[in-house]
């Protein structure tokens, strides 16, 4: 008999805490961790570096055609030039399609010999691994996301404006939940889990909680 690997899907919007979650959850059951907000945002600034549109089909399938690994090392992928060339190039179907054979063979081979991996995204529960042990939606009030997110650039001794933050977060919403191929939603069997009113510490127990029963 094969051992098939551990599956978690964390989905949801932007800044409504699934990274941090999916982290703690990757460390508490020794699971590899993939962050596959990383791959379209890796894709997005290749495409801007060498000049083009993320919005063009043909120049953002080629660019994740040939990502590597190493790209997604690059200093710039946390900034928010990266988060909004990543929402287009991920409306693209032949980007997704590219990219769910990426993040599959993580989830089926997960690296260092761990038995399982956490994943975390948009789609992750409905396309990417579908038969995830668990599932979990993230959310959070655009406002509290938005404020979050404020917090963050100006931790970082970025110059950010709130009502700047909040608008280009309802705008990426907009864009990834009303795309044709994979937008955000809920897989029927996930658990949701609203952050709004939550530290990062309740979030995780809550999710602990919902994983362990659901492992009974
Ligand atoms: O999670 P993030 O903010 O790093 O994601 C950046 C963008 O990438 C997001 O706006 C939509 C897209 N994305 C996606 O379409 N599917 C995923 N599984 C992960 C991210």
Known sequence: MTNKPIIIAIDGPAAAGKGTLARRLAEHFDLAYLDTGLLYRAVGMNVVRQGGD??????AENAAKALKTVDLEAADLREDAAADAASRVSAIPGVRAQLLE??????ENPPDG?????????DIGTVVCPNAKAK?????????????????????????????VLADMKERDA??????V???????????????????DQAFAAALG???????
Do not use: C, W
């Open 54 to 59: 993320p919005e063009d089909t043909e120049g």
């Open 102 to 107: 990426f993040q599959r063979k993580f989830a």
């Open 114 to 122: 761990k038995k399982g991996a956490v994943l975390d995204g948009r």
């Open 136 to 164: 979990l939606f993230v959310t959070a009030s655009v406002e509290i996301r938005a404020k979050r997110r404020f917090k963050e650039l100006r931790d970082k001794g970025l110059a950010a404006i709130h009502g700047r």
């Open 175 to 180: 864009r990834d939940s009303d795309r044709t």
């Open 182 to 200: 994979s937008p955000l939603e809920p897989a029927k069997d996930a658990y949701q889990l609203d952050t709004s009113d939550l530290d990062a």
């Open 210 to 216: 919902f994983i362990n029963s659901a492992n009974n």
